[in-house]
Structure formats: structure tokens, C-alpha cells
């Protein structure tokens, strides 16, 4: 199982999760879950793995961006209960700053500090961010980078050679990236494939 010992917490994650599961769970042992024959079980092995493997591609390629200086929010619509989860993934990868998770609909607010998690929920991910820059007085002041002392012209040429840096057109494998990471998969991460270098520009990932 992709998902290891660790499957009866994926499945309850998963959106079909009930409690006649979580009683089957109680009574078999990872070990004897991965190789049963039985429907059920085959059902639950499954179940587990699509959660850990939306987790998975879900901190792959959910992308932050920050909202001043104590907040980093990100578009995300999951098919499985994980936003909790994946908020609390990158609220711990940046101690100390909020992290705001979430769609029109739903929205997952995460806090890390002294390795303590603080949570939250709340309504579409617009109406979170508003409530937490008025809680914050933050001004909006757009792209404006001036600043902070920097030129957009030097930020272009750095983010230009960046990406010529790392782009290699042999390693580009269209087929093999969208077998991986399936289109709803990249809808939910808020994800725009690149597919030419040459229209990269900073814009597009600010």
C-alpha cells in the first residue's frame, strides 16, 4: 500500500469514509489488510491510497503566495477531507506564519508556533484572507515592490535566468507528468502547466 501502516488514518480522510469502516479497520492489521482478497478490504486499500496519493501530489504542487508579512495563502480544492492536513503540512515548514488553504467554499487556516498547531476553518478562501487582513491591518499595495528596494526589471532577469537554468526540453514529458498528476489533480492545486519557456514570465507566478 502506498499509504503504509498509516492507512486507517488516510481513510478516514477519504470523502465516503462511514463508520462500518472505521469497525472493519479496528479489526484487521496493516499487515493482513495488504494482502486480503476480500471486496471490502481491496475497497479499503483503495480508499487509503487515492487520499495519500491526493496528499501527496497536493504538497507537491500547491503554491503559496504571501499576503504580507505573516501570512502565505494557496488556491486548493481537494476531493477528500486533506486540507486540514495539507495546511497543517506547510504551517510546520514555516513556523511562525499563518497559512491560509482553500476555494470558493471552503478554506483551512493553520498556525504553527513552538511546534503547537493552532486551527481553523472557514467559509471561501477570499472571505478568510479579508477577515484576516482586517484582523492584521494589512493595506493592500498589489505588486508594488518598490518597497522593499527592489526593480521589477531586476526581478524579471533573475526569474529569466532561474528558468533557463533549470529548463532541460529532453526531460520534457508531457505524457509521463499528466499520467502522475492528472488534470482535476492540477485544477485542485490551482496549477497553469507552462509548456513554452519562451511565454514564462514573473507575472505568471506572482
Known sequence: MRCGSNYSFYLSLHR??????AARVVLIRPEDLEISLKREDIRIRKMAD?????????????????????????????RHRIGEHVCEHFARRNEGIIVVLGNGRESWICLCRDGRIWRERGSGLEESLGRLKSALNIEERGQDLA??????????????AYYDSQYCPERKNLAAFNRHMPRRD?????????????????????
Open 147 to 160: 518597497g522593499a528596494g527592489l526593480k521589477r526589471i531586476n526581478l524579471d532577469r533573475l526569474w529569466r
Open 186 to 206: 492540477q485544477e485542485a492545486a490551482g496549477m497553469r502547466l507552462v509548456q513554452n519557456k519562451r511565454n514564462a514570465i514573473l507575472d505568471d507566478f506572482l
Open 50 to 78: 487515492d487520499v495519500a496519493g491526493e496528499v501527496h501530489r497536493m504538497k507537491a504542487f500547491v503554491r503559496l503566495s504571501s499576503l504580507g508579512p505573516n501570512i502565505l495563502c494557496g488556491f486548493m480544492k481537494p
Open 16 to 21: 465516503e469514509f462511514n463508520e462500518r469502516l
